[in-house]
Nanobody, 125 residues
């Protein structure tokens, strides 16, 4: 069970830091990621980190504004959100994959086996 926190209401241009931790039985992960879902839209990939090598990957909308970091041993992952825009308003979900994912697969929601309940980020204009 992943637990996400840190969401809230912020003005455009502001920042938030989201955190995700495992609150249940320990499990092995190879990749952790953040996805988001805005009202009336499908869930979309935001960022991921692969523990092997520590490589990070970002959606185009997140590059240069968001930063993902985590602790492999603790199975925790944070997402720093800077220069927020109203279009970033969504419920942000953390996820963990219990298998190795190739780079082209890190954005595939179907490959993540553990999900958090989500934390709401609202950006006002």
């Amino acid at each position: 069970q992943l637990q996400a926190s840190g969401g809230g209401l912020v003005q455009a241009g502001g920042s938030l830091r989201l955190s995700c931790a495992n609150s249940g039985r320990p499990f092995s992960t190879y990749t952790m990621a953040w996805f988001r879902q805005a009202p009336g839209k499908e869930r979309e990939f935001v960022a991921a980190i692969r523990w092997s090598g520590g490589n990070t990957y970002y959606a185009g909308s997140a590059k240069g504004r968001f930063a993902i970091a985590g602790d492999r041993v603790k199975n925790t992952v944070d997402l720093q959100l800077d220069s927020l825009k109203p279009g970033d308003t969504a419920v942000y979900h953390c996820a963990a994959a219990a298998q190795r994912l190739i780079i082209s697969a890190v954005a595939n929601t179907d490959l993540y086996t553990h999900w958090g309940q989500g934390t709401l980020v609202t950006v006002s204009s």
